[in-house]
């Protein structure tokens, strides 16, 4: 099993900038993807940003720029610092990793973050 527990949420005004962090415990493969999504109200949740093994990120085009999603292996965590923050990215932020297990892959979140954008 694989504990994600994030930090870093808060009230920010536009403008403004945040850093969230992630910390993963429990069985780890060395093969996976760490990241972020995001749910904002009344929205589906959606990928913000996408950290695989060999560091290859993926962004949303919505926080291209602005953004910048980096992970530590060495301490099972994934960050990410958040510039430039508008009202839309007022959501509350998920932690995510996914990993093969059994053959196939598994998905594993946090309970998630709060960051309101608000002046």
């Known amino acids: 099993q694989v504990s994600l527990v994030e930090s870093g949420g808060g009230l920010v005004q536009p403008g403004g900038s945040l850093r969230l962090s992630c910390v993963a415990s429990g069985t780890i493969f060395a093969m996976n993807a760490m990241g972020w999504y995001r749910q904002a109200p009344g929205k589906e949740r959606e990928m913000v940003a996408m950290?695989?093994?060999?560091?290859?990120?993926q962004y949303a085009d919505s926080v291209k720029g602005r953004f910048t999603a980096s992970r530590d292996d060495a301490k099972s965590t994934v960050s990410l610092q958040m510039n430039s923050l508008k009202f839309d990215d007022t959501a509350v932020y998920y932690c995510?990793?996914?990993?093969?297990?059994?053959?196939?892959?598994?998905?594993?979140w946090g309970k998630g973050t709060p960051v309101t954008v608000s002046s």
């Open positions: 995510t990793l996914t990993q093969r297990v059994a053959g196939k892959d598994r998905d594993y």
């Open positions: 950290v695989s093994a060999t560091g290859y990120t």
